[in-house]
């Protein structure tokens, strides 16, 4: 009989793990392969993200969830060539400038009618999170967070530099003349360089113009579809990087990884990168073996008229194939989407901004590391105009800014050079 009971609890099992529906989870953020299932233990955004994953895995009744994380760099390639050969992930993350892109094909499914059913409260969503995930009318995603970039601050180098109010907050430049005499302040007390970011490998550098652009009230192109690129504004804007460059005073040859380890290193007094590192700068500063220890995060400065920095939000996709070929695994897939809606709080440690407005009033938001100093950001969050060729845009002024800081090019030939390209993308 012990027997009968044993194969029996054995079919059971099987019988189990056979109706479980599987859901393919699309992602980036990096690789973590030990987060476990705690969302509240983990550090950095692959590991919060993938512990994420890995509690609806464990807790959704009847779904298993397969994670198939890619390298950032490489990720929308791969997501189009899975929708070119018909098989993209159930889930996957997209950026908000993306939306209009796959939308607009007909790629990604419209959530509108299925989102209350499966638990997931829009009204809940900042307003600014709802239109992110917007597009002509209908809501094609789950929104996530949003980021923006923000100064990370050495404070020791910037106390030897004598750039500490008396309240204990990092000194800011106003205007480009200040930024470059800062620098000089930092180099000359501490032989350090004032500002480093990745200037050589993905677009900080393009978001850091777009930043100094708007903060003069230009951006890149109209809401009409007119490339203005070739201005006095984007002059100005990489007037006042470069200036740093010619001065020994930044390094324009730092890739992502190079400029995150200088900061850490103690070799450069600001870092200028995401949200989404705060939560990893706040526990290596705490760490006693890195050089990093009195660690600020500041909102981007107004070097120009107005604030604003460079934002974007992070938000969950559904392929349109699924929500009309399959609706078991589509189902599913809302239900994960549902649990990740859940999780709010805890994607919000990374150091990103909520969505979600009862995540964004509680105090457990209000008490995560350093969010008070950078409250600001929000209000000066910025992006440019929706377009269809916003990644494709991205890229032509990547390649023609570092051909100014990189191989000496004339930014007036480079400027002009990215507006012809890229108001031949806007004119399709």
Not at 102 to 115: M, N, P, Q
Not at 141 to 170: R, S
Not at 374 to 401: C, F, H, K, M, W
């Amino acid at each position: 009989m012990r027997h009968v009971l044993i194969g029996l609890g054995i079919a059971a099992m099987a019988a189990t793990c056979a109706s479980a529906q599987e859901v393919t989870l699309g992602r980036f953020f990096g690789a973590c392969e030990d987060a476990g299932t705690d969302t509240t233990a983990s550090v950095g955004e692959a590991c919060i993200i993938q512990s994420i994953i890995n509690a609806a895995d464990a807790e959704l009744d009847g779904i298993t969830v397969n994670t198939l994380p890619t390298d950032w760099g490489n990720y929308y390639d791969q997501i189009i060539a899975a929708y070119a050969g018909g098989e993209p992930p159930d889930i996957h993350v997209m950026h908000r400038h993306r939306v209009p892109q796959f939308a607009s094909l007909g790629a990604l499914a419209e959530l509108s009618d299925d989102l209350a059913a499966a638990g997931i409260d829009t009204s809940d969503w900042a307003p600014a999170a709802l239109d992110a995930v917007s597009y002509n009318g209908g809501i094609y995603g789950v929104p996530m967070d949003f980021h923006a970039n923000l100064w990370h601050v050495n404070m020791d180098l910037m106390e030897q530099a004598g750039l500490v109010n008396d309240d204990g907050t990092p000194i800011l430049p106003t205007s480009p003349e200040e930024l470059l005499e800062h620098a000089q302040m930092v180099k000359d007390a501490t032989g350090q360089d004032y500002l480093a970011a990745d200037f050589a490998q993905f677009p900080i550098g393009v978001r850091l113009v777009l930043a100094l652009m708007w903060q003069q009230g230009d951006n890149i192109f109209t809401e009409d579809g007119t490339a203005t690129i070739d201005t006095e504004a984007a002059r100005n804007a990489v007037s006042a990087i470069t200036q740093l460059f010619d001065a020994g005073l930044a390094d324009p040859q730092l890739n992502y990884a190079d400029s995150q380890q200088a900061f850490l290193n103690g070799e450069a007094a600001v870092l200028v990168n995401g949200t989404w590192v705060v939560d990893f700068y706040d526990s290596e500063a705490a760490n006693p073996d890195v050089a990093l220890s009195n660690y600020y995060v500041a909102d981007f400065p107004t070097i120009f008229g107005e604030g604003a920095t460079w934002a974007d939000s992070h938000m969950w996709a559904i392929p349109a194939s699924l929500q009309a070929d399959d609706p078991e695994t589509y189902q599913a897939a809302l239900q994960v989407l549902a649990f990740i809606n859940d999780h709010n709080i805890d994607w919000a440690r990374t150091g990103h901004m909520s969505v979600r407005t009862s995540v964004l009033e509680s105090d457990e938001y209000a008490n995560l590391p350093h969010r008070d100093e950078y409250a600001g950001t929000a209000d000066i969050a910025r992006d440019t105009p929706a377009s269809e060729d916003y990644g494709a845009i991205q890229d032509v002024l990547n390649r023609e800014l570092q051909a100014i800081w990189l191989t000496g090019k004339p930014v007036g030939d480079a400027l002009s050079d990215a507006e012809l390209e890229v108001q031949d993308l806007l004119d399709g």
